[in-house]
């Protein structure tokens, strides 16, 4: 009991920053997401505790919503964040991926093409 409450504290407040859920339709995507900016995105559905489980993190470096609407049909329910540059959205792909290690994420991100950033948690950057 009391170690599901941390997990449920825990997840809450290191995902309050992503906005969501929204549903991962055609309608959920086009009203809360804005076309043709950065960002990133993690896939989930909600747990038999009622908590959002995330499944799959990932990025667009240029158009959030465009990535978004390609994923429609690989899961249920989606969270965003808005990035003003896509090295700021690799960094959060990347805080996201280790801290949750989501189990459809196999490969590390890559950066952004013509960046030189390293991930803060790993040093990788493929
Ligand atoms: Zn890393």
């Given at each position: 009991m009391a170690i599901a409450q941390l997990a449920t504290t825990s997840q809450t407040v290191s995902t309050s920053q992503l906005k969501g859920p929204f549903r991962l339709s055609v309608e959920g995507i086009d009203v809360a997401v804005n076309r043709n900016k950065p960002g990133v995105f993690a896939l989930g559905s909600i747990d038999n505790f009622g908590r959002f489980s995330m499944s799959k993190v990932g990025r667009s470096d240029y158009d959030l919503h465009g990535e978004l609407r390609q994923l429609i049909?690989?899961?249920v329910l989606f969270k965003f964040l808005h990035s003003r540059y896509a090295e700021a959205a690799f960094l959060e792909e990347c805080r996201l991926l280790h801290k949750?290690?989501?189990?459809?994420?196999i490969i590390h991100p890559y950066r952004p093409a013509n960046s030189r950033l390293t991930c803060p948690y790993c040093r990788g950057h493929r």
């Open positions: 049909g690989s899961e949750f290690q989501p189990p459809s994420n």
